[in-house]
């Protein structure tokens, strides 16, 4: 895979996509994530900023008896792994449940930029991680959200990444993104991992497939470029 290089970006056809960052998945939340709320003010930088032409968000949006609780498995307890339709399924504490105030987008960034907000995990019977495909449901397909064919129609080249978890949604996300033909970016200091120690693996698996890593002041630098 070539590398790819901040200087190719036309940033008027870039999109920030902030993925998850919602009051379960930080600190005090039902799933948080260690130090998510260390990501709050790159995130909010990175939003607030004129760098990209379009800003998108998305958020976890279960129903109460969502396929990945273990509340909905009886004898199953949160992080069991369980097979659900040929694929491992972790099963997560109740989060991010449609309508409570764990499924808020933190009031901390503004919303107000965002031309779009995506919904996912909505189909009970199925889990979405990516912002791009649901998982995978009980004929092995993988449905689009429709994220991808939004950003086409409005010319969008480059995909930057930041938001919550970095090992499930914003992987996944930039692994469908750059299957879907756009070229992706994550944007490392805007995201944070449930479990720090699989942070190299997932480095690693993003830049085989030419996804780019960046850390929000080389977007700074590049915005002074000429
Ligand atoms: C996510 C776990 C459960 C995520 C969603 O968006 O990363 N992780 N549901
Ligand atoms: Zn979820």
């Given amino acids: 895979m070539p590398t790819i290089s901040m200087a190719d970006v036309i940033w008027p056809q870039a999109c920030l996509v902030v993925t998850d960052v919602q009051v379960d998945f930080l600190p005090g939340g039902a799933l ?21 032409g379009l800003v998108v968000a998305t958020q976890d949006w279960h129903p109460p008896d969502h396929v990945s609780f273990a509340s909905s498995h009886s004898g199953r307890l949160a992080y069991d792994v369980v097979d659900l339709y040929g694929h ?31 919904r996912k995990g909505m189909n009970r019977a199925v889990d979405s991680y990516s912002t791009f495909r649901n998982n995978w449901d009980a004929s092995g397909n993988r449905d689009a959200t429709g994220l991808a064919d939004y950003l086409r129609g409005r010319g969008v080249h480059d995909v930057f990444l930041c938001g919550l978890t970095r090992e499930f949604c914003v992987k996944w996300s930039a692994e469908d993104a750059a299957q879907a033909g756009f070229r992706v970016w994550v944007i490392w200091d805007g995201t944070r991992a449930l479990d720090p120690g ?18 929000s002041p080389e977007l700074w630098d590049a915005a002074r470029a000429p």
């Fill in 198 to 215: 699989t942070d190299q693996g997932i480095e690693s698996a993003l830049k085989v497939k030419g996804i780019g890593i960046v850390h």
């Fill in 88 to 118: 491992a399924q972790v099963l997560w504490p109740d989060h991010c449940v449609q309508g409570s105030l764990g499924a808020q987008l933190h009031h901390y960034l503004p919303w107000v930029r965002c031309a779009a907000i995506i």
């Fill in 32 to 52: 948080p994530v260690p130090e998510g709320n260390q990501l709050l003010p790159v995130v909010r930088a990175l939003m607030e900023s004129e760098r990209f």
